[in-house]
């Protein structure tokens, strides 16, 4: 049973960081493409950032050269490291698993790409 358990949300202040974990069993974070999402009040759910099974990362613009995703093999782990928050960050914040066949990376940024989720991390940004 494949199992996503995310952790690291919080309560930070505009141009602060916060860094998330995803931490994964019953499934290979190494080998197989993962992301991020994240859904505000009263809106769909957002695609924030993927990293592919060759470890090829992609960044919604809204984050880029703010917000860092990454593999960590030994822990089995997914992360992401936010720097610069700003109040438009705040949301709650998802990790999802992909189809263990490798699903090309034009396509990692559509949610039907990942069967598997976790339960979800709220990151609220203050101003």
């Known amino acids: 049973q494949v199992q996503l358990v995310e952790s690291g949300g919080g309560s930070v202040q505009a141009g602060g960081s916060l860094s998330l974990s995803c931490a994964v069993s019953?499934?290979?974070?190494?080998?197989?493409?993962m992301a991020w999402f994240r859904q505000a009040p009263g809106t769909d759910r957002d695609w924030v950032a993927n990293?592919?099974?060759?470890?090829?990362?992609t960044y919604a613009d809204t984050v880029k050269g703010r917000f860092t995703i990454s593999k960590d093999n030994a822990y089995n782990t997914l992360n992401l490291h936010m720097d610069s928050l700003k109040p438009g960050d705040t949301a709650m914040y998802y990790c999802?698993?992909?189809?263990?066949?490798?699903?090309?990376?034009?396509?990692?940024?559509?949610?039907?790409?990942?069967?598997?989720w976790g339960q979800g991390t709220q990151v609220t940004v203050s101003s």
């Open positions: 999802a698993a992909a189809y263990t066949f490798c699903p090309r990376r034009a396509v990692l940024m559509q949610e039907e790409m990942y069967p598997y």
């Open positions: 990293i592919d099974c060759d470890g090829i990362t």
């Open positions: 019953g499934y290979t974070v190494s080998t197989n493409a």
